[in-house]
Protein backbone atom coordinates (compact mmCIF):
# COMPACT_ATOMS: atom_id res chain seq x y z
CA UNK A 1 0.00 0.00 0.00
CA UNK A 2 1.49 3.33 -0.90
CA UNK A 3 2.36 5.70 1.46
CA UNK A 4 0.99 9.03 0.91
CA UNK A 5 1.44 12.68 2.17
CA UNK A 6 0.80 16.17 1.12
CA UNK A 7 2.78 19.01 1.39
CA UNK A 8 1.51 23.03 0.46
CA UNK A 9 4.29 25.09 -1.59
CA UNK A 10 4.39 28.37 -2.00
CA UNK A 11 7.39 28.87 -4.47
CA UNK A 12 7.51 28.92 -8.33
CA UNK A 13 5.13 26.35 -10.11
CA UNK A 14 7.79 25.96 -13.04
CA UNK A 15 10.48 24.75 -10.99
CA UNK A 16 8.25 22.41 -9.01
CA UNK A 17 6.74 21.17 -12.24
CA UNK A 18 10.42 20.78 -13.96
CA UNK A 19 11.04 18.73 -10.79
CA UNK A 20 8.00 16.67 -11.20
CA UNK A 21 8.51 15.91 -15.18
CA UNK A 22 12.17 15.45 -14.98
CA UNK A 23 13.01 13.13 -17.71
CA UNK A 24 15.46 11.34 -15.90
CA UNK A 25 13.64 10.41 -13.03
CA UNK A 26 10.60 9.55 -15.14
CA UNK A 27 12.38 7.29 -17.87
CA UNK A 28 12.56 10.42 -20.65
CA UNK A 29 9.13 11.59 -19.75
CA UNK A 30 7.12 7.99 -20.40
CA UNK A 31 6.09 8.25 -17.07
CA UNK A 32 4.54 11.71 -16.89
CA UNK A 33 0.67 12.88 -16.92
CA UNK A 34 -1.07 16.07 -17.08
CA UNK A 35 -4.59 16.42 -16.62
CA UNK A 36 -6.54 19.99 -18.46
CA UNK A 37 -2.80 21.51 -18.94
CA UNK A 38 -0.42 21.05 -21.97
CA UNK A 39 2.80 19.76 -20.19
CA UNK A 40 4.95 22.44 -22.38
CA UNK A 41 2.71 25.01 -20.22
CA UNK A 42 1.27 23.83 -17.04
CA UNK A 43 3.08 26.50 -15.10
CA UNK A 44 1.51 29.27 -17.52
CA UNK A 45 -1.63 27.74 -17.60
CA UNK A 46 -2.21 26.95 -13.61
CA UNK A 47 -0.99 30.97 -13.32
CA UNK A 48 -3.84 32.35 -15.92
CA UNK A 49 -6.52 30.33 -13.47
CA UNK A 50 -4.84 31.98 -10.57
CA UNK A 51 -5.18 35.23 -12.42
CA UNK A 52 -8.81 34.33 -13.60
CA UNK A 53 -10.27 33.75 -10.50
CA UNK A 54 -7.84 36.83 -8.77
CA UNK A 55 -6.50 34.22 -5.99
CA UNK A 56 -2.82 34.54 -6.78
CA UNK A 57 -1.38 34.83 -2.98
CA UNK A 58 -0.73 32.31 -0.80
CA UNK A 59 -0.60 28.41 -1.32
CA UNK A 60 0.27 27.93 -5.16
CA UNK A 61 0.43 24.15 -5.61
CA UNK A 62 0.01 21.20 -3.38
CA UNK A 63 2.25 18.57 -3.84
CA UNK A 64 1.05 14.78 -3.08
CA UNK A 65 3.46 11.73 -2.82
CA UNK A 66 3.06 8.17 -3.13
CA UNK A 67 5.94 5.70 -2.16
CA UNK A 68 5.62 2.45 -2.66
CA UNK A 69 7.72 -0.28 -0.96
CA UNK A 70 10.47 -1.75 -3.11
CA UNK A 71 9.64 -4.36 -5.28
CA UNK A 72 6.28 -4.40 -4.92
CA UNK A 73 4.54 -2.38 -7.95
CA UNK A 74 5.95 -1.98 -11.58
CA UNK A 75 6.10 1.61 -13.28
CA UNK A 76 3.28 0.96 -15.16
CA UNK A 77 0.98 0.10 -12.26
CA UNK A 78 2.26 3.00 -10.10
CA UNK A 79 1.39 5.49 -12.87
CA UNK A 80 -1.79 4.26 -13.69
CA UNK A 81 -2.76 4.26 -9.86
CA UNK A 82 -1.56 7.73 -10.08
CA UNK A 83 -3.49 9.19 -12.69
CA UNK A 84 -6.73 6.64 -10.98
CA UNK A 85 -6.28 8.70 -8.11
CA UNK A 86 -6.31 12.01 -9.63
CA UNK A 87 -9.39 11.29 -11.79
CA UNK A 88 -11.10 10.30 -8.44
CA UNK A 89 -10.11 13.18 -6.00
CA UNK A 90 -8.72 15.94 -8.21
CA UNK A 91 -11.43 15.88 -10.84
CA UNK A 92 -11.78 20.00 -10.82
CA UNK A 93 -8.03 20.52 -10.55
CA UNK A 94 -5.20 21.02 -13.20
CA UNK A 95 -2.60 18.15 -12.25
CA UNK A 96 1.20 17.12 -13.46
CA UNK A 97 2.09 13.65 -12.35
CA UNK A 98 5.20 12.52 -12.68
CA UNK A 99 5.82 8.48 -11.76
CA UNK A 100 9.25 8.56 -10.59
CA UNK A 101 11.64 5.47 -11.35
CA UNK A 102 14.85 6.33 -10.94
CA UNK A 103 15.44 4.58 -7.17
CA UNK A 104 14.29 1.50 -6.21
CA UNK A 105 11.05 2.55 -4.41
CA UNK A 106 9.35 3.92 -7.09
CA UNK A 107 7.07 6.37 -6.31
CA UNK A 108 4.32 9.58 -7.70
CA UNK A 109 4.76 12.94 -7.69
CA UNK A 110 1.34 14.83 -7.93
CA UNK A 111 1.30 18.40 -8.23
CA UNK A 112 -1.81 20.10 -8.62
CA UNK A 113 -3.04 23.80 -8.80
CA UNK A 114 -4.41 25.54 -5.40
CA UNK A 115 -6.97 26.84 -7.59
CA UNK A 116 -10.01 25.02 -9.14
CA UNK A 117 -10.22 25.83 -12.81
CA UNK A 118 -13.64 24.74 -12.99
CA UNK A 119 -14.57 26.57 -9.69
CA UNK A 120 -11.86 29.52 -8.41
CA UNK A 121 -12.23 27.77 -5.41
CA UNK A 122 -9.07 27.09 -3.72
CA UNK A 123 -7.95 23.28 -1.97
CA UNK A 124 -7.86 23.09 1.38
CA UNK A 125 -5.94 20.61 3.16
CA UNK A 126 -6.32 19.50 6.45
CA UNK A 127 -6.07 16.45 8.63
CA UNK A 128 -9.69 15.22 7.51
CA UNK A 129 -9.03 15.59 4.14
CA UNK A 130 -6.26 13.73 4.90
CA UNK A 131 -7.27 10.69 6.55
CA UNK A 132 -10.88 10.76 4.49
CA UNK A 133 -9.71 11.55 1.00
CA UNK A 134 -6.20 11.09 -0.02
CA UNK A 135 -5.27 8.12 2.24
CA UNK A 136 -8.89 6.51 1.64
CA UNK A 137 -8.98 6.90 -2.04
CA UNK A 138 -5.16 5.51 -2.27
CA UNK A 139 -5.18 2.98 -0.01
CA UNK A 140 -8.48 1.80 -1.48
CA UNK A 141 -6.90 1.67 -5.18
CA UNK A 142 -4.05 -0.59 -3.80
CA UNK A 143 -6.34 -2.59 -2.85
CA UNK A 144 -7.87 -3.45 -5.64
CA UNK A 145 -4.23 -3.97 -7.15
CA UNK A 146 -3.45 -6.29 -4.60
CA UNK A 147 -1.13 -4.57 -3.15
CA UNK A 148 0.48 -5.61 0.59
CA UNK A 149 -0.34 -3.47 3.66
CA UNK A 150 2.45 -1.70 4.70
CA UNK A 151 1.65 0.88 6.45
CA UNK A 152 -0.18 -1.19 9.54
CA UNK A 153 1.82 -3.09 12.19
CA UNK A 154 -0.04 -4.75 15.09
CA UNK A 155 -3.51 -2.68 14.02
CA UNK A 156 -1.88 0.97 14.15
CA UNK A 157 -0.76 3.51 11.58
CA UNK A 158 3.35 4.32 11.66
CA UNK A 159 4.76 7.39 9.85
CA UNK A 160 6.39 7.59 7.20
CA UNK A 161 10.05 7.90 8.29
CA UNK A 162 9.34 4.74 10.64
CA UNK A 163 7.91 2.90 7.62
CA UNK A 164 11.35 3.65 5.22
CA UNK A 165 13.13 2.15 8.74
CA UNK A 166 11.40 -0.55 8.79
CA UNK A 167 11.90 -1.80 5.63
CA UNK A 168 14.21 -4.54 6.16
CA UNK A 169 17.06 -1.81 6.95
CA UNK A 170 16.79 -0.68 3.87
CA UNK A 171 17.75 3.37 4.17
CA UNK A 172 19.03 4.21 7.84
CA UNK A 173 17.32 7.61 9.54
CA UNK A 174 20.24 9.33 7.97
CA UNK A 175 19.81 8.27 4.93
CA UNK A 176 16.65 9.12 4.89
CA UNK A 177 17.69 12.85 6.02
CA UNK A 178 20.01 12.69 3.61
CA UNK A 179 16.97 11.99 0.63
CA UNK A 180 14.62 14.74 1.60
CA UNK A 181 17.63 17.41 1.88
CA UNK A 182 18.49 16.42 -1.67
CA UNK A 183 15.24 17.12 -2.91
CA UNK A 184 13.93 19.97 -0.57
CA UNK A 185 17.62 21.75 -2.19
CA UNK A 186 16.17 20.56 -5.56
CA UNK A 187 13.62 22.50 -5.23
CA UNK A 188 14.50 25.56 -3.22
CA UNK A 189 14.86 29.02 -4.73
CA UNK A 190 16.57 30.37 -1.55
CA UNK A 191 17.62 29.70 1.83
CA UNK A 192 14.59 30.70 3.22
CA UNK A 193 12.38 28.65 0.87
CA UNK A 194 14.24 25.32 1.59
CA UNK A 195 14.00 25.64 5.50
CA UNK A 196 10.04 25.86 4.82
CA UNK A 197 10.45 22.72 2.31
CA UNK A 198 12.57 20.99 5.12
CA UNK A 199 9.95 21.89 7.33
CA UNK A 200 7.50 20.29 5.25
CA UNK A 201 8.88 17.22 5.23
CA UNK A 202 8.42 17.23 8.92
CA UNK A 203 11.89 18.36 10.09
CA UNK A 204 11.82 21.26 12.97
CA UNK A 205 15.41 23.75 12.25
CA UNK A 206 17.91 24.17 14.74
CA UNK A 207 20.32 26.80 14.40
CA UNK A 208 23.71 26.40 15.89
CA UNK A 209 26.04 29.10 15.55
CA UNK A 210 26.06 29.28 11.48
CA UNK A 211 25.62 25.30 11.74
CA UNK A 212 21.64 24.84 10.84
CA UNK A 213 20.51 21.29 12.26
CA UNK A 214 17.38 19.44 11.58
CA UNK A 215 15.15 17.59 13.97
CA UNK A 216 12.76 14.56 12.20
CA UNK A 217 8.96 14.66 13.74
CA UNK A 218 9.24 12.24 16.34
CA UNK A 219 12.81 11.96 17.24
CA UNK A 220 15.15 14.47 19.00
CA UNK A 221 18.68 13.83 17.52
CA UNK A 222 19.74 16.67 15.24
CA UNK A 223 21.22 16.42 11.93
CA UNK A 224 23.20 18.53 10.03
CA UNK A 225 23.81 18.67 6.46
CA UNK A 226 27.10 16.66 5.35
CA UNK A 227 28.81 16.88 1.92
CA UNK A 228 32.55 14.88 1.71
CA UNK A 229 33.02 14.89 5.27
CA UNK A 230 32.25 18.24 5.89
CA UNK A 231 29.44 20.49 7.92
CA UNK A 232 27.03 22.90 5.64
CA UNK A 233 26.81 26.21 6.82
CA UNK A 234 23.93 28.55 5.58
CA UNK A 235 26.47 30.25 3.16
CA UNK A 236 27.49 26.86 1.70
CA UNK A 237 23.29 26.43 1.28
CA UNK A 238 23.12 29.83 -0.32
CA UNK A 239 26.17 28.86 -2.94
CA UNK A 240 24.62 25.30 -3.76
CA UNK A 241 21.48 26.69 -4.45
CA UNK A 242 22.80 29.65 -6.44
CA UNK A 243 24.55 27.29 -8.52
CA UNK A 244 21.87 24.79 -9.19
CA UNK A 245 19.37 28.19 -10.06
CA UNK A 246 22.18 28.89 -12.66
CA UNK A 247 22.12 27.09 -15.99
CA UNK A 248 25.95 26.18 -17.34
CA UNK A 249 25.04 27.07 -20.63
CA UNK A 250 23.23 30.33 -19.63
CA UNK A 251 25.24 33.25 -21.56
CA UNK A 252 24.20 36.91 -21.09
CA UNK A 253 25.20 39.68 -23.92
CA UNK A 254 27.41 42.11 -21.67
CA UNK A 255 28.03 45.85 -23.76
CA UNK A 256 31.27 46.40 -25.33
CA UNK A 257 34.53 48.02 -23.18
CA UNK A 258 34.31 51.86 -23.49
CA UNK A 259 36.76 54.33 -22.88
CA UNK A 260 37.54 55.39 -19.35
CA UNK A 261 35.62 57.96 -17.85
CA UNK A 262 35.81 60.32 -14.55
CA UNK A 263 32.70 61.70 -13.02
CA UNK A 264 32.20 64.79 -12.04
CA UNK A 265 30.41 66.53 -9.27
CA UNK A 266 30.98 65.18 -5.41
CA UNK A 267 31.38 61.86 -5.82
CA UNK A 268 35.07 61.21 -5.07
CA UNK A 269 37.68 58.19 -3.91
CA UNK A 270 35.42 54.90 -3.64
CA UNK A 271 32.41 55.96 -4.96
CA UNK A 272 34.22 57.68 -8.36
CA UNK A 273 36.31 54.78 -8.92
CA UNK A 274 33.53 52.35 -8.61
CA UNK A 275 31.47 54.89 -11.14
CA UNK A 276 34.31 55.03 -13.64
CA UNK A 277 34.58 51.28 -13.57
CA UNK A 278 30.94 50.48 -14.42
CA UNK A 279 30.98 52.77 -17.06
CA UNK A 280 34.15 51.05 -18.29
CA UNK A 281 32.44 47.57 -18.36
CA UNK A 282 29.30 49.33 -19.75
CA UNK A 283 27.11 48.63 -16.78
CA UNK A 284 26.76 52.27 -17.12
CA UNK A 285 26.75 55.47 -19.48
CA UNK A 286 25.35 55.55 -23.38
CA UNK A 287 28.31 55.40 -25.47
CA UNK A 288 28.10 53.60 -29.11
CA UNK A 289 28.21 50.10 -28.88
CA UNK A 290 28.86 47.85 -31.84
CA UNK A 291 29.99 44.55 -30.84
CA UNK A 292 28.98 42.38 -28.15
CA UNK A 293 30.88 40.05 -26.44
CA UNK A 294 29.35 36.95 -24.47
CA UNK A 295 29.87 36.68 -21.04
CA UNK A 296 29.53 33.47 -18.34
CA UNK A 297 27.03 33.72 -15.47
CA UNK A 298 29.85 33.80 -13.58
CA UNK A 299 31.38 36.75 -14.71
CA UNK A 300 27.49 38.03 -14.56
CA UNK A 301 27.85 37.86 -11.06
CA UNK A 302 30.71 40.15 -10.95
CA UNK A 303 29.02 42.87 -12.66
CA UNK A 304 26.30 42.50 -9.89
CA UNK A 305 29.00 42.78 -7.39
CA UNK A 306 30.25 46.16 -8.64
CA UNK A 307 26.92 47.13 -8.81
CA UNK A 308 25.58 46.47 -5.27
CA UNK A 309 29.02 47.30 -3.57
CA UNK A 310 28.99 50.99 -6.06
CA UNK A 311 25.19 51.14 -4.41
CA UNK A 312 26.53 50.34 -1.03
CA UNK A 313 29.29 53.07 -0.85
CA UNK A 314 26.71 55.73 -2.06
CA UNK A 315 24.21 54.91 -0.05
CA UNK A 316 26.58 55.32 2.74
CA UNK A 317 28.29 58.29 2.13
CA UNK A 318 31.76 56.05 1.86
CA UNK A 319 35.02 57.38 -0.21
CA UNK A 320 37.81 56.90 1.96
CA UNK A 321 39.53 53.90 3.83
CA UNK A 322 38.66 55.57 6.82
CA UNK A 323 35.31 55.87 6.16
CA UNK A 324 34.92 52.18 5.03
CA UNK A 325 37.07 50.93 8.64
CA UNK A 326 34.46 53.05 10.45
CA UNK A 327 31.62 51.35 9.23
CA UNK A 328 33.05 47.64 9.62
CA UNK A 329 33.52 48.57 13.21
CA UNK A 330 29.83 50.17 13.43
CA UNK A 331 28.51 47.11 11.46
CA UNK A 332 30.34 44.58 14.20
CA UNK A 333 28.97 46.64 17.01
CA UNK A 334 25.29 46.42 15.46
CA UNK A 335 25.90 42.33 15.23
CA UNK A 336 27.27 42.57 18.48
CA UNK A 337 24.28 44.12 20.44
CA UNK A 338 21.89 41.82 18.22
CA UNK A 339 23.58 38.75 19.25
CA UNK A 340 22.89 39.90 22.32
CA UNK A 341 19.36 40.72 22.33
CA UNK A 342 18.84 37.37 20.39
CA UNK A 343 20.19 35.23 23.34
CA UNK A 344 17.62 36.79 25.53
CA UNK A 345 14.84 36.40 23.37
CA UNK A 346 16.24 32.68 22.72
CA UNK A 347 16.40 31.96 26.40
CA UNK A 348 12.66 33.26 26.36
CA UNK A 349 12.27 30.01 23.25
CA UNK A 350 14.32 27.36 25.17
CA UNK A 351 12.10 27.80 29.09
CA UNK A 352 8.80 27.66 27.32
CA UNK A 353 9.55 25.49 24.45
CA UNK A 354 7.65 22.08 25.44
CA UNK A 355 4.38 24.55 25.73
CA UNK A 356 5.06 25.97 22.14
CA UNK A 357 5.57 22.29 20.58
CA UNK A 358 2.59 20.81 22.53
CA UNK A 359 0.51 24.30 21.20
CA UNK A 360 1.49 23.27 17.55
CA UNK A 361 0.76 19.98 18.05
CA UNK A 362 -2.80 20.46 19.61
CA UNK A 363 -3.51 22.78 16.46
CA UNK A 364 -2.10 20.78 14.03
CA UNK A 365 -4.11 17.61 14.94
CA UNK A 366 -7.24 19.47 16.07
CA UNK A 367 -9.64 17.24 14.05
CA UNK A 368 -7.81 14.34 15.20
CA UNK A 369 -9.64 13.31 18.00
CA UNK A 370 -13.05 13.73 16.27
CA UNK A 371 -11.85 11.49 13.58
CA UNK A 372 -10.61 8.95 16.06
CA UNK A 373 -14.01 8.65 17.60
CA UNK A 374 -15.85 8.32 14.39
CA UNK A 375 -13.68 5.17 14.16
CA UNK A 376 -11.10 5.90 11.52
CA UNK A 377 -8.12 3.39 11.40
CA UNK A 378 -4.74 4.45 11.45
CA UNK A 379 -4.48 7.76 13.60
CA UNK A 380 -4.16 5.84 16.97
CA UNK A 381 -0.24 7.35 16.89
CA UNK A 382 -1.69 11.11 16.16
CA UNK A 383 -4.59 10.44 18.44
CA UNK A 384 -1.99 10.05 21.51
CA UNK A 385 0.02 13.00 20.42
CA UNK A 386 -2.76 15.27 20.57
CA UNK A 387 -3.96 13.69 24.00
CA UNK A 388 0.15 14.12 24.75
CA UNK A 389 0.10 17.63 24.28
CA UNK A 390 -3.29 18.54 25.44
CA UNK A 391 -1.88 17.14 29.27
CA UNK A 392 1.09 19.45 28.58
CA UNK A 393 -1.24 22.44 28.09
CA UNK A 394 -3.08 21.33 30.95
CA UNK A 395 -5.81 24.69 31.81
CA UNK A 396 -3.25 27.19 29.97
CA UNK A 397 -5.19 30.63 28.24
CA UNK A 398 -4.20 29.42 24.55
CA UNK A 399 -4.91 32.29 22.82
CA UNK A 400 -2.56 34.49 25.15
CA UNK A 401 0.21 31.25 25.13
CA UNK A 402 -0.10 31.76 20.93
CA UNK A 403 0.22 35.41 21.37
CA UNK A 404 3.40 34.99 23.17
CA UNK A 405 4.92 32.50 21.12
CA UNK A 406 4.00 34.23 17.95
CA UNK A 407 6.16 37.52 19.59
CA UNK A 408 9.41 35.20 20.43
CA UNK A 409 9.13 33.54 16.73
CA UNK A 410 8.54 37.18 15.25
CA UNK A 411 11.56 38.79 17.70
CA UNK A 412 13.83 36.12 16.97
CA UNK A 413 13.37 35.79 12.96
CA UNK A 414 13.57 39.64 12.69
CA UNK A 415 16.66 39.82 14.68
CA UNK A 416 18.16 36.92 12.88
CA UNK A 417 17.28 39.04 9.47
CA UNK A 418 18.86 42.00 10.91
CA UNK A 419 22.00 40.58 11.72
CA UNK A 420 22.01 38.62 8.01
CA UNK A 421 21.53 42.35 6.82
CA UNK A 422 24.32 43.25 8.68
CA UNK A 423 26.54 40.27 7.97
CA UNK A 424 25.65 40.77 3.90
CA UNK A 425 27.04 44.73 4.40
CA UNK A 426 29.89 43.15 6.03
CA UNK A 427 30.87 41.13 3.34
CA UNK A 428 30.12 43.71 0.73
CA UNK A 429 32.61 45.82 3.17
CA UNK A 430 35.46 42.86 2.32
CA UNK A 431 34.45 42.90 -1.07
CA UNK A 432 35.28 46.58 -1.67
CA UNK A 433 38.75 46.12 0.77
CA UNK A 434 39.31 43.24 -1.80
CA UNK A 435 38.57 44.34 -5.15
CA UNK A 436 39.25 47.88 -4.95
CA UNK A 437 43.32 47.84 -5.37
CA UNK A 438 42.69 45.82 -7.88
CA UNK A 439 39.97 48.26 -9.99
CA UNK A 440 42.69 51.10 -9.21
CA UNK A 441 44.99 49.44 -11.38
CA UNK A 442 42.54 48.68 -14.06
CA UNK A 443 41.50 51.74 -14.60
CA UNK A 444 45.00 53.45 -14.30
CA UNK A 445 46.16 50.73 -17.56
CA UNK A 446 42.84 52.03 -19.37
CA UNK A 447 43.54 55.14 -18.64
CA UNK A 448 47.15 54.84 -20.45
CA UNK A 449 45.33 52.95 -22.92
CA UNK A 450 43.42 55.78 -23.68
CA UNK A 451 45.80 58.11 -24.33
CA UNK A 452 48.56 56.01 -26.16
CA UNK A 453 45.27 55.36 -28.63
CA UNK A 454 44.71 59.42 -28.44
CA UNK A 455 48.42 60.22 -29.24
CA UNK A 456 48.34 57.80 -32.05
CA UNK A 457 45.41 59.49 -33.79
CA UNK A 458 47.48 63.12 -33.38
Known amino acids: MAITKILSKRMRLDKLIRYVQNPDKTDDAVFTYCQYCDPRDAAKQMQATKERYDKTDGIQAFHIIQS ?6 TPELAHELGIRFIKEHLSDYEVVLGTH ?5 IHNHITMNSVSFKT ?7 AQSYYQQIRKISDRL ?4 GLSVVMETSGKGITYAEWKLHEAGLLTLR ?7 EECLSLAMNLGGFYAL ?15 SFVPDGYSHPYRIKRNGKSWTERDIESFIDQAMSDPTFEVIMPKVQKAFVPYGKQRGFRALYVSWMYVLG ?13 NYKELKRFEQYKAQAAFLDRNKIDTREQLQAKIIELNETVETLNKSRIIWNSKKKRCRGLYSALSTAEHLADVPDLYTQGVVGIEKDYKRYLDAARKLGGADLEALKAE ?3 VYERVASINAEIRECQKELRLCEKIQADSPRIEQQMREQIELDEREHDYSL
Open 198 to 212: MEDHGYTVKHHGSYP
Open 283 to 295: IIGQGKRTQYPKV
Open 175 to 181: ELFDQDV
Open 120 to 126: GKKYHST
Open 142 to 145: CKEY
Open 68 to 73: FSPGEI
Open 101 to 105: VDKEH
Open 405 to 407: RNE
